[in-house]
């Protein structure tokens, strides 16, 4: 005899089987409203050009339509998330990044080339001719355009209403004298000069005039002319433009290149540049050796004085062990900023509180951020501060682990706290430690906040044709490139930044063997 649901009346099986049906279609209904909303992005995308991110969310919601609905892909739904996160936050930047450094992508060919001709033939230049001064009259709640050259000639339009500002084109008639009402002020040209803009006057005699000032209409012409082949006539110079495409300019008779550009693949021409041309080569190399120096020394310096302090903690003479331990951790529950920013004003070399201090018991007052190698150290002893804790929180859980046999056997040898720290501390605590040292030096090798807050790259590199700072790491050096160089080469920070995840990739592998090592 079944057993029954108490409010439906059925069979207890029959109603866990209702419920697992429901929650199944339930779960299909919810995949289904997001591969159509992905769907609905790749269109998107699609239609403003954008291929790549196109490509990736159908990519994204064709793998969630079958890992979700195949029975035998069940095990792979609970990580597909990660997965997913992973390839759209991670994985699709990297690619997008690589494919950047084979182009020549900058500020100078940012658009696409339809784009870059549209562009161009929207260009205008005032004719030979007249220029007409403006001045707007009120008619009601319309306004009436007089025009009025140095010649004597007028001109007069309809009653418009300036609130619409879409192109358009509109009559004027030749008038002896202005309206009899009193014209309107420069704060109204001012306000109706969207509406104004989008105005063209066509004249008795057919000629078409625009604004060229904010005073004044003009005969303005076109000033390119496309011709059948692709290349671009310029009235004004009286020049051919032939499109280029392995440059990405239009590029006139004499050679000159127009800009805007277009991307356009270069090959390895970023990544040669980097190692050929001297004024790049130069800053990038001293950049490149210092990002090293800095990195391992922040992680030598910060594990000895987190080595030391974690072993004095162990100390069994030392009174009041956990309040130490509470103010040495302290400076990691700071936020880096903060830490940062207090330094930099600490740090000031005219009114800082260091200086002050060196000034008083040394007479000297170092030029912490015009001197490089003032600046360096002045780096190296602010990150000190912001990682030994991490480093004492290692050393001393690694500390607590080693058995105290071995420090009773070395008491009876003889041995002191020099030579437990040296010969069983040290020793034991660095093979586990390694791939955490590996870590740190990947973490210190892009680390951007810290030279962005404390020194921003300064004191600069001379002679170099990028920005570059004797200061800078690898990711502010191409952060600066991307970003606050006039050019703004995307492209050639695109490849600094390949080659930067070449090498933290290569330690994060190196990593991953270590961590396999058994102690």
């Given amino acids: 005899m079944y057993t029954t649901n108490a409010s439906r009346g059925l069979p207890r099986h029959r109603s866990r089987h209702l419920t697992e049906r429901y929650t199944r279609w339930a779960m299909r ?29 159908l990519l994204l919601g064709g793998s969630l339509g079958v890992v979700f609905t195949k029975r035998s892909l069940m095990s792979h739904r609970y990580i597909f998330p990660a997965v997913a996160g992973l390839g759209v936050f991670v994985i699709f930047p990297l690619i997008y990044t690589f494919g950047i450094s084979f182009s020549n992508y900058s500020s100078t060919n940012l658009l696409s080339e339809e784009r870059v001709r549209d562009q161009l033939m929207s260009q205008t230049y005032q004719a030979e001719g007249n220029a007409f001064d403006l001045a707007l009259y009120p008619e009601g709640d319309l306004v009436r355009l007089y025009l009025e050259s ?86 004004r110079d009286e020049r051919l433009l032939t499109p280029d495409p392995s440059i990405g300019f239009f590029v006139a008779d004499d050679g000159e290149q127009i800009t805007p550009g277009w991307p356009v693949n270069v090959g390895l021409a970023n990544y040669t540049q980097i190692f050929t041309d001297p004024d790049i080569r130069g800053p990038f190399m001293q ?71 060196l000034d008083t018991l040394f007479g000297v007052r170092p030029e912490w951020f015009t001197d490089p190698w003032m600046a360096r150290s002045m780096l190296l002893i602010v990150n000190t501060w912001l990682g030994y804790p ?12 080693i058995p105290q046999d071995l420090y009773e056997a070395s008491a009876v040898d003889g041995g002191g706290p020099l030579t437990n720290l040296f010969k069983i501390t040290l020793p034991l605590i660095i093979k586990p430690l390694t791939p955490l040292l590996i870590a740190a030096f990947a973490f210190n090798f892009n680390n951007f906040v810290l030279i962005a807050l404390l020194t921003g790259g300064n004191p600069d590199i001379l002679g170099a044709s990028t920005p570059a700072g004797t200061t800078d790491l690898l990711v502010s050096y191409t952060y600066r ?23 933290v990739a290569g330690m994060s592998l190196l990593n991953l063997r270590l961590s396999k090592v058994k102690v």
């Avoid at 030598?300 to 100390?315: D, E, K, P, R």
């Avoid at 490139?481 to 090498?503: E, K, M, R, S, V």
Wanted: aromatic share 12%; hydrophobic share 55%; glycine share 8%.
């Fill in 481 to 503: 490139i991307a970003f606050q160089d006039a050019g703004q080469n995307f492209g050639l920070a695109a490849a600094i930044a390949t080659l930067i995840f070449l090498l």
């Fill in 390 to 401: 991490y480093m004492l929180l290692l050393c001393m859980g690694l500390i607590q682990a």
């Fill in 150 to 235: 140095p010649q004597g000639q007028r001109f007069v339009s309809s009653p418009l209403n300036l609130a619409n500002q879409e192109n358009r084109q509109i009559g004027v008639q030749a008038t002896d004298a202005p309206p009899a009402q009193e014209a309107l002020g420069m704060r109204a040209v001012i306000q109706a000069r969207d509406a104004l803009q989008g105005l063209r006057l066509v004249t008795p005699d057919g000629s078409e005039l625009r604004m060229a000032g904010l005073r004044q209409f003009a005969p303005m012409v076109n000033r390119y002319e496309a011709r059948e082949d692709g290349a671009l006539y310029d009235r």
């Fill in 287 to 357: 950049i490149f050796v210092w990002t090293f120096v800095f990195a391992a020394l922040t992680v030598v310096f910060t594990l000895a004085v987190g080595f030391v302090l974690a072993s004095l903690l162990q100390w069994d003479q030392l009174k009041g062990k956990a309040i130490y331990r509470t103010l040495l951790i302290l400076p990691y529950a700071v936020p880096a900023f903060i830490s940062i920013l207090i330094f930099k004003g600490m740090f000031n070399q005219h009114f800082g509180e260091v200086n002050m201090i």
């Fill in 29 to 57: 209904g919810v995949i289904a409203v997001l591969v159509i909303a992905l769907l609905w992005l790749v269109l998107a995308f699609h239609l403003n050009g954008q291929w790549m991110f196109a490509l990736l969310f």
